[in-house]
């Protein structure tokens, strides 16, 4: 497949389902635990990318440090009993997954998400069988945007770097690429487009158009 994409890389929350529902309540639960006001959907979806631990910090905040390790174990408690209430895939992603597989290419979960909790949600939407493998934030001893699992997802198919992709909804995604040297393309539909536009990288509106991307002429990655 010389000159053509091999592996892609797909990020989770945002980018493969839509996720923000159940974290919003989740972070919601924590928060109105502490005696705290609940925080706005939109600007919980804002603090997702980073993990668990990240999200719960933001939310709770830098001058109620002292609150953070209890509030991680209550989000993570109350998110696994929570993980599918509203998530779903995104339009077309279902298909998407379909169509690359019918081209023979190879594709993969790399998140920041606990690794379980990842295949649970993966599997209960019928898709995890799409991908040969699915490395969380608790995978490795690093996470995004360290390459390491980048690479590591790169070996079980030995795809060199420059015919992969890696597909996310985040600055953290695409900073990702951008340490790996793996060529990047972000989605419109998730937590931070604003971010992604921000930096200028392309963009995609809808999983077709992903598609084309992938499998098509429309190569507009860097």
């Known amino acids: 497949m010389a000159g053509q994409i ?3 890389i797909f ?3 945002g980018t493969l389902a839509d996720t923000g529902a159940d974290l919003a309540a989740s972070v919601n ?3 109105e635990t502490f005696g705290l006001d609940p ?3 939109s600007i919980v979806h804002r603090y997702v990318g980073d993990g668990a631990r990240v999200l719960v910090e933001r939310s709770v905040g830098i001058a109620r440090r002292d609150l953070w390790d209890r509030g991680v174990d209550m989000f993570l408690a109350f998110y696994r009993q929570h993980l599918l209430d509203r998530t779903r895939l995104y339009d077309g992603v279902g298909e998407l ?3 690359l597989a019918r081209a023979g290419v190879s594709a993969s979960v790399l998140t920041n998400k606990p690794e379980d909790l990842s295949r649970g949600i993966l599997e209960a939407l019928g898709v995890l069988g799409a991908f040969v493998d699915v490395v969380g934030g608790d995978t490795l001893p690093v996470r995004k945007p360290d390459p390491r699992g980048v690479l590591r997802l790169l070996r079980l198919t030995d795809t060199p770097v420059g015919e992969a992709l890696i597909v996310g909804d985040s600055p953290v995604d695409s900073a990702t690429a951008r340490a ?3 060529p990047f393309c972000g989605v419109s539909w998730g937590f931070n487009p ?3 536009a921000a930096e200028g990288v392309p963009i995609v509106g809808s999983a077709e158009g992903l598609k084309r991307v992938i499998l098509g ?3 507009i990655w860097i």
């Open 217 to 219: 002429d429309d190569r």
């Open 194 to 196: 604003e971010g992604l």
């Open 97 to 99: 997954l379909a169509a």
């Open 39 to 41: 925080l706005d959907p």
């Open 29 to 31: 639960h924590v928060l």
């Open 11 to 13: 990020d989770l929350d």
């Open 6 to 8: 091999a592996h892609v």
């Open 180 to 182: 790996s040297q793996v």
